[in-house]
């Protein structure tokens, strides 16, 4: 198992940018899966972009294609999520999280993760 810690949230106008991280120790390397998704208040978790850590695969929810980016970097066991041209229905906590299996069709499952961190809190105003 790994633990995640995730830092980089805020308050942002629309149109600004944020970069979130999620540090996953002992070693990026001990987990498949690593993936955003988000959440407001009486809504289910949202996949947001997922990475394949061995095969650098990424995945993206069709709301924010285009705008957000997620990347590795392996040296320092950390995930990026860089959200750009941020709009107000991007406001959520943010969450990373971890699994050893899955495939492509369940990647924005929250189900099928198992490791998570406690969130970090993105604000953005009209």
């Known amino acids: 198992q790994v633990q995640l810690v995730e830092s980089g949230g805020g308050s942002v106008q629309a149109g600004g940018s944020l970069r979130l991280s999620c540090v996953c120790s002992?070693?990026?390397?001990?987990?498949?899966?690593i993936t955003w998704f988000r959440q407001i208040p009486g809504k289910e978790r949202e996949g947001v972009a997922a990475?394949?850590?061995?095969?650098?695969?990424?995945l993206y929810g069709d709301s924010v294609k285009g705008r957000f980016t997620t990347s590795q970097a392996v040296a320092n066991n950390t995930v990026y999520l860089q959200m750009n041209d941020l709009k107000p229905e991007d406001t959520a906590m943010y969450y990373c999280?971890?699994?050893?299996?899955?495939?492509?069709?369940?990647?924005?499952?929250?189900?099928?993760?198992?490791?998570w961190g406690q969130g970090t809190q993105v604000t953005v105003s009209s």
């Open positions: 999280a971890a699994r050893d299996v899955g495939n492509g069709v369940n990647w924005n499952n929250a189900m099928t993760y198992d490791q």
């Open positions: 990475v394949i850590t061995a095969a650098r695969t990424k």
């Open positions: 002992p070693d990026i390397r001990d987990t498949a899966w």
